[in-house]
């Protein structure tokens, strides 16, 4: 922790931080996120793309290892649910973390009902 050099001056030694996280949760367009966040976000923190299936594993070594998740990308169809569904379950685990729904181009128009529908 600290310790003092010969002057007798107190020096404080902290252990580096961890690199904030980002975890992208996707199933049919997990790679155009992850090169997305890359481009956009690669430099300030550490990304993890996984799908559905993982996501509750992921969040759990993160968190066990120390690691502050600052935002959960969902795509917004994740096969039998929505980042909806899946942003309500994480309200409590982690409650700071941004939460951003990501759709694609081609299926926004077809989303904004149950998007409109999912935040009511």
Request: charged share 20%; net charge negative.
């Amino acid at each position: 922790m600290g310790g003092s050099d010969a002057a007798g001056s107190l020096r404080i030694v902290s252990e580096p931080r961890p690199t904030p996280a980002i975890v992208l949760v996707g199933e049919a367009h997990l790679h155009a996120m992850l090169r997305e966040f890359t481009h956009r976000y690669g430099q300030d923190y550490a990304l993890h793309p996984c799908n559905l299936e993982d996501f509750i594993d992921t969040v759990l070594e993160l968190k066990q290892g120390g690691v502050p998740i600052a935002m959960v990308g969902a795509e917004f169809n994740l096969g039998e649910h929505t980042a909806a569904h899946l942003f309500h379950k994480l309200q409590v685990k982690l409650p700071t973390a941004r939460r951003l729904v990501l759709v694609p181009r081609e299926e926004f128009r077809a989303s904004l009902e149950p998007l409109r529908a999912s935040l009511a």
